[in-house]
């Protein structure tokens, strides 16, 4: 069994935060979100690329505003950068910062790729592939070279799952239900296993519909979640833009903090290693940091 690199290790068996919050307040190296999140106990800090912050940037900025948290990129997209910055990124990002730092990368969506940077959105699969092996050839001259990083992808279906259980220290999966997780863990092994997992706290049931529709408008367009939806039992009438209420409840947890622990539990129980909230707060354009810190609370997290 190879040994789980130093920052995975961290967050075995523990709760982290699914956000790009960071990128609603101004870039800084001190304070800001990651410090927030870190003081309500959150072990770890995943955060998406797409149209916002270059994503190594921003985990160089997330790291140096943190001692203890671990920042894990979900996903980096492999079409913006080649194997090598990538790997020798992640080496130099960890020996920087105490280990602190996961890499997951990701194919991400055709519409990113094609209309958004300009690249052919072919072959996923081989693609993947191609380039973990070619970070595996990756030089590097720097003192860093030989200092250990743990690299996840993005996997949904059972083919980049056993891809990412062969190549990579783990996967990383997103907008799935606890079935789907226990699927996940009977491919990939012993290989390490990071939940997101959407929640809306304490709201009416008409609230909530609001904020998981919300939350739901743009994933319901991409085709690899109405595939991953459909090996899941869901069907075309659940993925209306927006989701159909089916898609809301089955993808986003609604209710307390205990309905919120049950399902974190439920997770752990099918397998996964780290679960990371996505906490869906009233407005997407503000950070919803009073119910981060109800949640916190909530699950008994501790501040380090």
């Not at 290790?9 to 190296?29: C, Q």
């Not at 505003?65 to 913006?80: M, Q």
């Not at 959407?198 to 994933?219: C, N, W």
């Not at 039992?233 to 209710?255: F, I, Q, T």
Request: contains cysteine.
């Amino acid at each position: 069994m190879t040994p789980v690199p130093p920052s995975l290790s961290r967050l075995d068996g523990s709760i982290g935060l699914w956000t790009s919050a960071h990128e609603l307040v101004a870039p800084t190296p001190h304070g800001g979100v990651a410090a927030e999140i870190e003081a309500l106990g959150y072990r770890g800090l995943w955060y998406p690329e797409s149209w916002g912050r270059e994503s190594l940037t921003s985990a160089a900025l997330l790291l140096s505003a943190t001692s203890t948290l671990v920042v894990g990129s979900g996903i980096t997209n492999i079409w913006g950068r080649d194997a090598v910055a990538s790997i020798n990124a992640a080496r130099t990002l960890n020996a920087a910062f105490d280990d602190r730092f996961v890499l997951g990368l990701g194919v991400s969506h055709q519409p990113l790729v094609n209309r958004l940077r300009g690249h052919d959105y072919a072959s996923p699969l081989a693609t993947m592939r191609e380039y973990l092996e070619a970070m595996d050839r990756a030089p590097m001259h720097a003192q860093e070279k030989d200092h250990p990083s743990a690299r996840v992808i993005a996997a949904l279906g059972p083919k980049m799952l056993a891809l990412g259980a062969e190549l990579t220290d783990g996967v990383h999966t997103y907008l799935v239900d606890v079935e789907h997780t226990a699927m996940a863990r009977s491919v990939i092994a012993d290989s390490f296993l990071v939940v997101e997992q959407a929640v809306v706290l304490d709201q009416d049931r008409e609230e909530f519909l609001r904020r998981a529709h919300t939350h739901l408008e743009f994933y319901t367009g991409l085709e690899n979640y109405r595939a991953n939806w459909a090996r899941m039992g869901l069907g075309p009438e659940d993925w209306v833009r927006g989701g159909s209420e089916r898609l809301c409840d089955a993808m986003v947890v609604h209710g307390d903090a205990g309905a919120i622990a049950q399902r974190v539990r439920e997770h752990f129980d099918a397998g996964a290693n780290h679960v990371c909230l996505q906490v869906l707060g009233p407005d997407p354009l503000t950070p919803p940091s009073q119910d981060w810190r109800l949640v916190a609370e909530g699950l008994g997290l501790a501040a380090p």
